[in-house]
């Protein structure tokens, strides 16, 4: 029993590690957009709705102190920043795209269902 208590605990470490990593409003949507590709920073502000500049930049920075992200900085006038998934980065893609589908099957599921039956979800 000992040794099933203690291989739980270290899965639930695991688990609060990504979620320290991952958690907040907008990182998933900022990795998921930048797995279709290089985004610019206002691309970026543009495809996740709703998030102000700052919080885009504060978030863009926590992603790339934590290797997930890269930022290049482009000598044009004026100059450019573009971002993009490293390879760590990509390693996030099976489960963003697992978010992504269970979150269509929740979706159709819970707008077939009746009114009164989605109220208790």
């Known amino acids: 029993m000992e040794k099933v208590h203690t291989e739980c605990k270290g899965k639930i470490r695991a688990i609060h590690d990504t979620l320290d990593i ?3 409003k907008w990182k998933i949507a900022i990795i998921g957009s930048l797995g279709f ?5 206002m691309e970026l502000q543009r495809e996740v709705e ?10 863009l920075r926590e992603l790339e102190i934590n290797d997930l992200v890269k930022r290049t900085v482009l000598d044009t006038k004026p100059v450019t920043v573009e971002y993009q998934l490293t390879e760590y980065g990509k390693t996030l893609q099976d489960i963003i795209d697992e978010m992504m589908k ?18 208790l979800i």
């Open 22 to 24: 991952l958690s907040g």
């Open 37 to 41: 590709g290089t985004r610019r920073f």
């Open 50 to 59: 709703g998030i102000g500049a700052k919080m885009l930049s504060k978030e």
């Open 102 to 119: 269970w979150g269509e099957n929740h979706r159709k599921r819970i707008m077939s269902e009746s009114p009164k039956e989605a109220e």
